[in-house]
């Protein structure tokens, strides 16, 4: 029984590191998180909602009012339900993002947006 209860606890590290050598290969979670299809905007004077392709940058004007009051748009993804809030980056306690499916708190959640996402959100693509 002794070397039984040896044996387990080797079992169980070895098959954890397999599962997350596994998992690490089919989602690259890493990877994920950096490759981005997609730039979020929204504007803080009239609301409106822009996004640009993966090399495209909007400087910090609005293409609809010509304020300059653009800001980004960021993701954050609820590991509770998957669900992607999209939210403006906010810094300091104020940018506490909360799922809007469920309201769990979002903390240390941010991912990048994708085209579908910020499309889903309202955003409308914009050239550069
Ligand atoms: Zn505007
Ligand atoms: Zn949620």
Known sequence: MSSLG???PTLNLLSLAIVALLTGCAKEPSMAVLETDAHGYACEKCGAKFYTGQKEFLGGKCPKCGEYALADVV???CSADQHITLRLKVSGPAGAAVCEQCGAK???AMVSPR???LKAWGAVKTNV
Do not use: I, P
């Open 106 to 108: 979002l903390k240390d």
């Open 6 to 8: 040896q044996f387990c």
């Open 115 to 117: 085209e579908k996402e």
């Open 75 to 77: 993701a954050y993804k």
